[in-house]
């Protein structure tokens, strides 16, 4: 957009700075959020986030200079790591555990529809030619805070969390609210939950100490902040941040960059929806997050390859390879829907006892948001400099990540947290 580079720039330095600044939010808001889970509840840590989402998007909208564009991305950075952290712990925390992975893997579909929405205004707003063309998609991000911020009102509290201060009555009326009419469920749910919160909110978890203090709380620590990581690593957000960049790497530039980007985020919320639907409660966590890293070791090498042997420069650039390439852009988002993108808010959440959950889903999150500022620094700056080599980065990341996921990952599909709790800790003692 001409008006946005004419009033900020368009060096790589400042496009990291962009990013990475609200990825640095993100992190310090997913460092909090873990604080203002215990002490106010998931429902308005979330109402929180929004608030802060409000104030972000109104500065970054409103910017008249770098500076204020800046804070403002730490401002909206700071609501996304709360909410990132908060509402897959809200999810999985009223879910029954046979359709937990379906609703907490929605978090990632919403995501992608996020992105469709975002790439669709950004290419609709590059045929404004006046400064409304970035701060009209910088403004539509207070309407879904907004929404987001009176609709948590008519949510219930989580009734783990009820149990936790002590407001058990408020607790078991949630949960008869969650099951309908089939008291007996309800009530057998209630008495379990009751009996394990009560067991151990007398030992909860406010020193990030305890979340290695033993060998089986510290592989639940390495499994949930490991699958973080790894998510960052599969490379996935420096097609969603720079993918028009990577598309003029393969011939495709100016608005058509824009338009493939468009059509690009489309296919992966298509594959998200049918992978939550029909694979993730059935095969589990571990399988789809083996098969991610193995296909992104193949389509990184394939693309760095298109890359390394179709330079834009050369005057024998091959049009079919170059389409190839779009191709494994593509794929990746496809495979990273079925793999990483619902598995990791899952898996995440799902791992930690009651006593430690908020504060290791917190620490957690931090991890993704901390390799996501990374990646969003130094992304522009290796598409340009170091070029197909960049890629291969991370073919060596992601078949690290398989070797890793296959020896010490466990599976958590359908258990409930009670039992997770001694499965854990049978692994690792043995």
Request: include cysteine.
């Given at each position: 957009?001409?008006?946005?580079?004419?009033?900020?720039?368009?060096?790589?330095?400042?496009?990291?700075?962009?990013?990475?600044?609200?990825?640095?939010?993100?992190?310090?808001?997913?460092?909090?959020?873990?604080?203002?889970?215990?002490?106010?509840?998931?429902?308005?840590?979330?109402?929180?986030?929004?608030?802060?989402?409000?104030?972000?998007?109104?500065?970054?909208?409103?910017?008249?200079?770098?500076?204020?564009?800046?804070?403002?991305?730490?401002?909206?950075?700071?609501?996304?790591?709360?909410?990132?952290?908060?509402?897959?712990?809200?999810?999985?925390?009223?879910?029954?555990?046979?359709?937990?992975?379906f609703l907490v893997g929605l978090t990632q579909q919403m995501l992608g529809i996020g992105f469709i929405v975002a790439n669709w205004v950004g290419y609709g707003s590059s045929f404004i030619k006046s400064d409304v063309?970035?701060?009209?998609?910088?403004?539509?991000?207070?309407?879904?805070?907004?929404?987001?911020?009176?609709?948590?009102?008519?949510?219930?509290?989580?009734?783990?969390?009820?149990?936790?201060?002590?407001?058990?009555?408020?607790?078991?009326?949630?949960?008869?609210?969650?099951?309908?009419?089939?008291?007996?469920?309800?009530?057998?749910?209630?008495?379990?939950?009751?009996?394990?919160?009560?067991?151990?909110?007398?030992?909860?978890?406010?020193?990030?100490?305890?979340?290695?203090?033993?060998?089986?709380?510290?592989?639940?620590?390495?499994?949930?902040?490991?699958?973080?990581?790894?998510?960052?690593?599969?490379?996935?957000?420096?097609?969603?941040?720079?993918?028009?960049?990577?598309?003029?790497?393969?011939?495709?530039?100016?608005?058509?960059?824009?338009?493939?980007?468009?059509?690009?985020?489309?296919?992966?919320?298509?594959?998200?929806?049918?992978?939550?639907?029909?694979?993730?409660?059935?095969?589990?966590?571990?399988?789809?997050?083996?098969?991610?890293?193995?296909?992104?070791?193949?389509?990184?090498?394939?693309?760095?390859?298109?890359?390394?042997?179709?330079?834009?420069?050369?005057?024998?650039?091959?049009?079919?390879?170059?389409?190839?390439?779009?191709?494994?852009?593509?794929?990746?988002?496809?495979?990273?829907?079925?793999?990483?993108?619902?598995?990791?808010?899952?898996?995440?959440?799902?791992?930690?006892?009651?006593?430690?959950?908020?504060?290791?889903?917190?620490?957690?999150?931090?991890?993704?948001?901390?390799?996501?500022?990374?990646?969003?620094?130094?992304?522009?700056?290796?598409?340009?400099?170091?070029?197909?080599?960049?890629?291969?980065?991370?073919?060596?990341?992601?078949?690290?990540?398989?070797?890793?996921?296959?020896?010490?990952?466990?599976?958590?599909?359908?258990?409930?947290?009670?039992?997770?709790?001694?499965?854990?800790?049978?692994?690792?003692?043995?």
């Amino acid at each position: 957009m001409d008006h946005y580079t004419a009033r900020f720039g368009d060096n790589p330095d400042m496009k990291g700075a962009v990013v990475s600044t609200f990825n640095g939010g993100c992190f310090f808001g997913a460092a909090g959020a873990g604080w203002a889970n215990d002490k106010w509840g998931r429902k308005r840590t979330i109402q929180i986030g929004c608030l802060f989402a409000i104030w972000g998007g109104a500065m970054q909208s409103g910017a008249s200079n770098v500076a204020t564009l800046l804070v403002g991305r730490i401002i909206g950075g700071l609501a996304i790591g709360i909410l990132s952290m908060t509402v897959p712990l809200y999810n999985t925390e009223i879910a029954p555990p046979k359709i937990r992975g379906f609703l907490v893997g929605l978090t990632q579909q919403m995501l992608g529809i996020g992105f469709i929405v975002a790439n669709w205004v950004g290419y609709g707003s590059s045929f404004i030619k006046s400064d409304v063309s970035w701060r009209m998609p910088l403004g539509l991000q207070l309407v879904p805070a907004a929404l987001l911020f009176f609709g948590t009102h008519f949510l219930p509290y989580s009734p783990r969390w009820l149990l936790e201060v002590g407001r058990d009555e408020e607790a078991r009326a949630v949960v008869y609210r969650l099951h309908g009419n089939d008291k007996a469920s309800a009530e057998k749910e209630f008495t379990q939950m009751y009996d394990a919160i009560k067991a151990e909110v007398s030992v909860k978890s406010r020193r990030l100490s305890d979340l290695w203090a033993t060998r089986a709380m510290a592989r639940r620590t390495f499994v949930a902040v490991g699958v973080q990581v790894f998510c960052q690593l599969t490379g996935i957000n420096v097609i969603n941040y720079y993918g028009p960049q990577m598309y003029t790497s393969l011939g495709v530039t100016g608005s058509k960059a824009l338009l493939v980007q468009g059509i690009y985020g489309a296919i992966g919320p298509i594959a998200n929806l049918f992978f939550i639907i029909f694979v993730l409660d059935r095969v589990g966590r571990k399988k789809p997050l083996m098969f991610g890293a193995a296909s992104f070791v193949v389509t990184y090498s394939i693309l760095a390859a298109i890359l390394a042997t179709n330079p834009l420069d050369s005057p024998n650039v091959n049009a079919a390879a170059q389409r190839a390439g779009i191709a494994m852009i593509f794929l990746t988002s496809i495979f990273f829907s079925l793999s990483f993108g619902p598995v990791s808010w899952v898996l995440a959440s799902e791992v930690f006892p009651t006593a430690t959950r908020s504060l290791g889903t917190s620490v957690a999150t931090c991890s993704n948001w901390a390799f996501n500022t990374l990646i969003g620094q130094v992304s522009p700056l290796g598409i340009a400099k170091v070029q197909w080599k960049f890629y291969m980065l991370f073919v060596c990341l992601n078949f690290v990540d398989l070797i890793l996921i296959t020896m010490f990952f466990p599976e958590t599909k359908g258990k409930n947290f009670k039992f997770l709790l001694f499965a854990l800790a049978y692994i690792t003692a043995t």
